[in-house]
C-alpha cells in the first residue's frame, strides 16, 4: 500500500522526530510512504483564530497537494480534525479530502488492522488524549490499544486524563494565565502516576506540556506516540 | 466587588486574579468536579440520552424558526387566562414597564425567584434607584445579594463562596436586611439552611409582589414553568396578590408535549436529580387562589439579533442548565466573574457577545475565552456546538479589526504567504534550525513573550522534517 504522509507544519519545523518514526513505522509496517513537498500547514491556527480568509489558500493547497491519494497519514488528531470536520466549510474540493485523511492511531487500527506494531519500549507511560483527537475525531481506545501492545511499556492511568492541557493553539497566547494554570495540573496529574513518559498524540499539546515540563525540570518527559511505536529492540528509542 | 457588570476589563486580565486565588480555585474546583460526576452519571442513567437531546434540539430550533407565530400564541393565550402581557425590546423598556407595575400597587418591597432574565437587565439596581426594594430568596442569590457580591455561576451563583464565608455573610448582613442571623451560626449547611429560612420567611408572608422569570412558556395555553430545588420560588409565585414574570422570548415551546423531554434533560444536565423537587407551573389568574393580577413582560434585548444569525442563533436554544460551566477547564480556573456577564462559562462566551455585541474589551475577549476542547458541546443537552459559534464570533471580532487584530491580521497574512511558498517555509525552517543555538529561551514581544513567561520555548531541531527527507528518501 502506498500513503501519502501529512506531517504537518508543526512536526516539521520542530519536531521532525514524530515525521521520521512515523515514516519508519509505516515502513515497517510494509507501507510505502510518499511525502508530497508541496504541502505545508492545514491552515488550523488561522481558522480558529477567526481569520477564514487567510485560511482559504492553505485548504486550497494542502487540498491540491494530496490529491490522488486514497490514504493520507497525520501523526496529530488536530490536524486531521480539522481536514475532516472543518474543510467541508470551505466548499465540494475542499470536503474531497477529509474521508481520505487518518490520524495515525485510526489508520493503523482501522486500515492496516494491527494493535501490535513490534514496538519495544521498556519505560512507564501515561497518555494524555488530545482533545481534538477524543472529541472530534473519536480516537476512542485506539491509542491505549496500541500502547497496551507495545513489549515492555508499562501503562498507568493519567488522572483527569480527558481535561483540556490548556494548549489551545493561540489561547496559550492569548490567555496565557488560564492556559499555564490548565497545563500546570495536567502536569501534576502526569507527575502523580510516576511515569516516566508522558505520552500523545499531538505534538501541538506536547509542545506546550513539554515546555512546561523543561522549566521544571522534572524528570518527566513528553513524547509523541508515534516515536513509541517505531522504537523497536534493534532501533531503539533515544 | 458589588452590584454591576459595566466596564470590565477583558476576558484575560479578569481571569488573571482568578488564577492568583487559592481559595476561589479550591472552591470552584471541588464545586464543579463534585457536580460534573454527578451529572454523568443520573446522564448514564437514560439509554435514550442521545435520543432526547436530539428532541430538544428540534423543539427548540422548530420553535425558534417560527418564534412569531409561538409569542402571538402565548399572548392570546396569556390573556384569555386573566394575564396581561407586555413587550420589551431591551433592557431599559422592561425596566420601566416593571417599575411602573409595581408603582402601580403602592409597595416598596418585591419578592424574587431566581432569575436570569431579571439580573440580565439589572432589575434589582434599577428598582432600588426608584425607591424599591428587591428582595433574592434563592439561597444562593440571597448569599450574593447580602454579600454585595456578583453571581459566578447560572445555577449556583454563589459557587465562588464556601461555607465559612457563606456564615460570615450571614453573621455580619442579614441584620441589616432583615431578621438577623441566629447568635452562634456555624458553618454547617443546615445551620446556614435554617437561618436563611428564618430570614427568608419573615419576607413571604409580607410580600405584596413576587417577580420572577420562567423556564418554559407553553403556548397553546399560556402557561409558565419554573423548575427549582428549594421550594422559595413556589412561595414567592403563589403567596403575593401580583405576579410580574419577565421571560426571554426565546423561552416559549409550542405544546405541554415539548415539556416532557425538557422536564428529563434539564434536572439531570443541572443538578444531576432525576426530577427537579419543585415544578411549579401558573395559568393567568385564579379566583381566590395565587396572585390575583399577573403580568408576563417579554424580553428581547438582543435575541432577535441573535436570531438572524446563522449560525449563532443556537445559542438560543440554551435552556440554562449550566452543565458546559462545570465542565469547562476554563471557568474553573477563570471563576464566573471574568466573564463580565451574568452568563458566565461557554454559554456566555457565545450569548453575551450576542446580546450585548462585540464593541467593549470584555465582549470582544469573550469568543477567545476558550482552548476549544469540545467538552462544552459533549455535555450540552440541546446540543449546542458552542466551539462553532466561538470560531464563528471570532471571525466577528477579528473581521471588525479592533484593538490587536489589525497586527494579528497582518501576522496571520506573512505566515499564510511563507505557508503558500514552501520553499520561502523550508528556508525559513533551514535557518531557524541553524541559528538554534543562538535562541533565547526567553523572548520579548507579544506572543512569544506570553509563551516563555510559563514554558521554555522548544529547542529547535538540526533539520527541519523536509530536510531529513530529502536526504534519506529521495
Known amino acids: 500500500m502506498r500513503v501519502a504522509l501529512f506531517v504537518t507544519c508543526v512536526n516539521d519545523a520542530v519536531f521532525p522526530a514524530t515525521g521520521v518514526a512515523t515514516v519508519r513505522l509505516l515502513e515497517r509496517l510494509g507501507v510505502e510512504v510518499d511525502f508530497p513537498a508541496a504541502q505545508t500547514c492545514c491552515g488550523q491556527p488561522q481558522f480558529n483564530t477567526g481569520y477564514r480568509e487567510e485560511t482559504r489558500p492553505l485548504v486550497r493547497r494542502t487540498v491540491r497537494a494530496f490529491e490522488g491519494y486514497e490514504h493520507v497519514v497525520v501523526p496529530s488528531g488536530s490536524c486531521a480534525a480539522m481536514v475532516r470536520r472543518h474543510y467541508p466549510s470551505f466548499g465540494a474540493e475542499a470536503a474531497s479530502l477529509g474521508p481520505r485523511v487518518y490520524e495515525l492511531t485510526e489508520f493503523l487500527v482501522d486500515v492496516l488492522g494491527v494493535t501490535d506494531v513490534g514496538a519495544y519500549f521498556p519505560y512507564k507511560v501515561t497518555y494524555h488524549p488530545s482533545c481534538h483527537g477524543l472529541r472530534l475525531l473519536g480516537l476512542g481506545e485506539r491509542p491505549r490499544r496500541l500502547l497496551e501492545a507495545v513489549k515492555g511499556l508499562e501503562l498507568v492511568e493519567l488522572p483527569g486524563a480527558e481535561e483540556c492541557c490548556g494548549f489551545g493553539g493561540t489561547f496559550a497566547v492569548k490567555n496565557p494565565d488560564v492556559s499555564a494554570a490548565m497545563g500546570a495540573d495536567k502536569i501534576t496529574n502526569a507527575l502523580s502516576t510516576g511515569a516516566g513518559v508522558l505520552c500523545g498524540a499531538d505534538n501541538s499539546c506536547l509542545l506546550h506540556l513539554g515546555g512546561m515540563l523543561r522549566r521544571r525540570e522534572d524528570p518527566l518527559r513528553a513524547l509523541h506516540l508515534a516515536e513509541i511505536l517505531a522504537s523497536t529492540e534493534e532501533e531503539p528509542w533515544q | 466587588m458589588s452590584g454591576t457588570f459595566v466596564g470590565m476589563p477583558s476576558f484575560p486580565k479578569a481571569a488573571h486574579e482568578a488564577v492568583g486565588d487559592a481559595t476561589l480555585r479550591a472552591n470552584l474546583r471541588h464545586a464543579t468536579h463534585t457536580i460534573r460526576d ?176 420562567a423556564n418554559f412558556m407553553v403556548a397553546e395555553t399560556g402557561t409558565l414553568v419554573v423548575v427549582e430545588s428549594e421550594g422559595n420560588g413556589r412561595m414567592c409565585l403563589t403567596l403575593p396578590e401580583t405576579l410580574i414574570s419577565v421571560v426571554g422570548i426565546e423561552k416559549v415551546v409550542p405544546t405541554w408535549r415539548d415539556l416532557e423531554v425538557f422536564l428529563q434533560t434539564l434536572p439531570r444536565s443541572s443538578t444531576a436529580e432525576r426530577m427537579n423537587p419543585y415544578t411549579s407551573m401558573w395559568t393567568g389568574t385564579t379566583d381566590d387562589d395565587g396572585p390575583r393580577t399577573f403580568h408576563l413582560v417579554l424580553l428581547d434585548n438582543g435575541r432577535t439579533d441573535a436570531l438572524a444569525d446563522e449560525v449563532g442563533r443556537q445559542a438560543l436554544r440554551c435552556i440554562r442548565c449550566s452543565a458546559c460551566l462545570n465542565v469547562c477547564p476554563v471557568y474553573e480556573r477563570a471563576g464566573g466573574h471574568a466573564y463580565g456577564s451574568v452568563y458566565p462559562g461557554p454559554i456566555g462566551a ?32 440541546v446540543a449546542i456546538d458552542i466551539p462553532e459559534v466561538l470560531v464563528h464570533l471570532r471571525e466577528r471580532v477579528a473581521g471588525e479589526g479592533g484593538k490587536g487584530h489589525r497586527l494579528e491580521k497582518a501576522a496571520m497574512k506573512a505566515a499564510g504567504w511563507v505557508l503558500d511558498h514552501p520553499s520561502a517555509l523550508a528556508a525559513g525552517e533551514r535557518l531557524a534550525s541553524a541559528t538554534r543555538k543562538l535562541h533565547p529561551k526567553r523572548l520579548p514581544g507579544p506572543g512569544a513573550r506570553q509563551w516563555s513567561d510559563h514554558r521554555d520555548l522548544p529547542e529547535l531541531p538540526a533539520e527541519p522534517f523536509r530536510d531529513w527527507w530529502k536526504k534519506n528518501r529521495t
Not at chain 2, 145 to 154: A, C, M, T, V
Not at chain 2, 351 to 380: E, K, N
Open chain 2, 38 to 213: 454527578k451529572r454523568a452519571r443520573a446522564v448514564a442513567e437514560l439509554d435514550d440520552w442521545a435520543a432526547l437531546r436530539e428532541a430538544g434540539k428540534r423543539i427548540k430550533d422548530d420553535t425558534l424558526r417560527h418564534l412569531g407565530t409561538y409569542l402571538v400564541r402565548l399572548e392570546e393565550a396569556v390573556t384569555r387566562a386573566g394575564g396581561t402581557v407586555h413587550w420589551a425590546a431591551d433592557a431599559a423598556e422592561a425596566n420601566r414597564i416593571v417599575t411602573d407595575l409595581v408603582k402601580a400597587t403602592g409597595e416598596t418591597e418585591v419578592v424574587k425567584v431566581k432569575s436570569m432574565a431579571t439580573q440580565e437587565i439589572g432589575l434589582n439596581e434599577h428598582l432600588e434607584a426608584e425607591g424599591i426594594a428587591a428582595y433574592e430568596t434563592d439561597l444562593a442569590e440571597l448569599i450574593v445579594q447580602l454579600g454585595e457580591d456578583r453571581p459566578s455561576h447560572i445555577l449556583v451563583p454563589a459557587i465562588h463562596r464556601n461555607r465559612g464565608e457563606i456564615r460570615d455573610i450571614f453573621r455580619e448582613k442579614m441584620g441589616s436586611w432583615g431578621r438577623p442571623a441566629p447568635e452562634g451560626l456555624s458553618d454547617t449547611p443546615a445551620e446556614l439552611a435554617e437561618a436563611a429560612r428564618l430570614h427568608l420567611r419573615e419576607k413571604f408572608l409580607r410580600a405584596k409582589v413576587g417577580i420572577s422569570g
Open chain 2, 350 to 381: 457565545i450569548l453575551t457577545p450576542q446580546l450585548r455585541g462585540t464593541t467593549s474589551d470584555i465582549d470582544a475577549s469573550l469568543p477567545y475565552a476558550s482552548s476549544l476542547c469540545g467538552a462544552c458541546y459533549d455535555v450540552c443537552p
